[in-house]
């Protein structure tokens, strides 16, 4: 027929462009391989070392905090970067290294730091590693919208290589490395010495392979928004603005100016608001050259760089803890209505999703084998936790295989026939069916089954609802009509896995004090099933094409 026609020549030409669709995507095969993998081994290593439950709530809920206020910063900071590496691979490379360096601190941490702080560094390097595994995701998706033509097939491939990462993960925390060379530390050391070697090849072959131009300079026009003429900045001059202590230094030597709330001095033509503190003090860099002898005395300089240095702490503390909470509340609430219902579906759907991975290992080993990971267990119970830990974590292998196998040969062939929304519902459907016959059948044959069945809604996820958000902005006009607020494609790739975030620390909130009165981990089930039903009734708000606009 004449409708399937563009079908067939799209499926032809998407297939062409797969390994290079692939290759871009894999920081994100990296990364969720490395999160997949360390947070099978996370858990129980924070309850070795001696963390409550609680505590590793805490621990656990603190890297989707940071992302919660730091994504949507890198979103829209790499919508406005203009590095000569692009937009994007700027973001990647620094993240990347701050998975890599915790990576390192989790593998080796007692070797570097000694036994005595073994605790602590394992605990702030989980919330690390956390935190960047996750905020790599944003310019990953970000890239993938500016490089490939096809959204809805690019986020298909997208979500493949996820899960794709996953298996990996999921593999290499299976085996058993104690007997190989790597092995000769301990099986928790071979598995993140491998994800650091993997992360280390995923970001050199996407900077490699994603083109990035780099974003064209506005051009000058002498005038800004709101009529102060631009001239170009000093080069550098530090500028401590604390009342009462005025110091000037001239020569080869850096510019310290102090002075009241009043605006900096600075040089002519430079424009008085960009000097200027907004609310009570400010600080500012800039560099002067002038051949004339400094005029400040040590002590002098000393007390400004000291009023500088608690300027930015407690500005940084504020804007953590106080603006940017705000500014996000006041930004969720200005954000257009088919973005904020696809935001609400997302929020409801990865709190069902997340509550299944990261308490389903644990929901194995003392379940299903009936082991217990504490230090006054017996040796017998600690062994059979371990050995339902690794059940747990082939369980979860089979989940990114039936992931990977659907969103790359049958998702995009669902959405383009049924629609989006009848994609959205098939996965959390199907979850929701799949999360009480792990309560019912405990056999191994069973669990795998179902976590067969649990993949279709992650294949879903990590697709569907950001190729909706793309869609949204390239017809923002038709879906942001009548909003006041219009975000850019990086703000609502940002939005949408913020919800992701928020999930998980809406989850560490309220679990830890479920499982303390139900006395069992088995109580995740009820609330995944819970999550994935309200996440199926959400779905039916969500704005979606006609399957005949969208094929």
Request: net charge positive; with cysteine; hydrophobic share 45%.
């Amino acid at each position: 027929s004449a409708s399937s026609e563009p079908t067939v020549a799209m499926s032809s030409r998407s297939w062409r462009q797969l390994p290079w669709t692939v290759g871009i995507n894999l920081v994100a095969f990296g990364a969720h391989l490395c999160a997949c993998g360390c947070f099978v081994y996370l858990p129980p290593m924070l309850r070795k070392a001696g963390f409550s439950e609680k505590s590793r709530g805490v621990i656990l809920g603190l890297g989707p905090f940071l992302c919660i206020l730091g994504v949507p910063l890198v979103g829209a900071w790499s919508d406005r970067c203009r590095s000569r590496l692009g937009r994007r691979r700027p973001f990647l490379l620094g993240l990347g290294a701050l998975l890599a360096l915790a990576l390192g601190a989790i593998a080796y941490g007692d070797v570097i730091f000694g036994p005595a702080a073994h605790g602590p560094v394992l605990a702030a390097a989980t919330v690390v590693l956390d935190f960047a595994t996750q905020a790599l995701l944003n310019p990953s998706q970000s890239l993938l919208y500016d490089l490939v033509a096809d959204v809805d097939y690019g986020f298909s491939v997208y979500s493949f290589t996820l899960s794709l990462g996953g298996l990996f993960g999921y593999l290499l925390s299976a085996l058993d490395w104690t007997g190989t060379a790597l092995g000769y530390a301990g099986q928790e050391r071979a598995v993140f010495l491998l994800m650091l070697l993997a992360l280390g090849t995923c970001m050199s072959v996407t900077l490699v392979l994603a083109k990035e131009k780099p974003l064209s300079p506005p051009k000058a026009n002498g005038s800004i928004a709101n009529g102060d003429s631009v001239r170009s900045p000093p080069p550098c001059a530090l500028v401590v603005l604390d009342k009462g202590l005025t110091a000037v230094c001239t020569g080869s030597s850096p510019t310290v100016v102090c002075n009241g709330n009043g605006p900096a001095a600075c040089d002519p033509g430079t424009p008085s608001h960009d000097h200027g503190p907004p609310l009570g003090s400010s600080v500012f860099i800039s560099w002067n050259q002038n051949n004339t002898k400094a005029k400040a005395s040590p002590t002098k300089v000393l007390r400004a760089l000291s009023s500088a240095l608690l300027v930015i702490v407690c500005d940084a503390f504020c804007r953590v803890f106080v603006v940017l909470p705000a500014r996000a509340a006041s930004c969720l609430a200005r954000v257009p209505s088919s973005l904020r219902r696809l935001f609400l579906f997302q929020l409801l759907a990865w709190m069902a999703l997340m509550a299944h991975y990261v308490y389903f290992t644990d929901f194995t080993g003392e379940v299903v084998y009936h082991g217990r990971p504490e230090e006054s267990a017996s040796n017998d119970d600690r062994s059979r936790y371990d050995r339902g830990v690794r059940a747990g974590s082939w369980g979860l292998l089979v989940n990114c295989i039936a992931s990977s196998a659907y969103s790359l040969c049958i998702q995009w062939r669902v959405t383009s026939r049924f629609g989006q929304r009848f994609g959205l519902l098939l996965g959390m459907g199907t979850f929701a069916v799949a999360m009480p016959g792990l309560l019912v059948f405990t056999d191994a044959a069973s669990m795998l089954s179902f976590s067969a069945m649990t993949g279709i809604a992650a294949a879903a996820l990590d697709s569907i609802p950001y190729a909706l958000a793309c869609l949204y902005c390239e017809n923002s006009q038709e879906y942001f009509k009548g909003s006041r607020y219009i975000p850019g494609v990086g703000q609502c790739l940002a939005l949408l896995a913020t919800a992701e975030y928020l999930s998980q620390v809406l989850l560490t909130l309220f679990m830890g004090y479920i499982f303390s009165a139900t006395h069992t981990v088995a109580s995740y089930v009820v609330v995944a099933v819970v999550c994935a039903l309200a996440s199926c009734y959400a779905a039916t708000f969500v704005v979606c094409p006609s399957p005949k606009d969208a094929s």
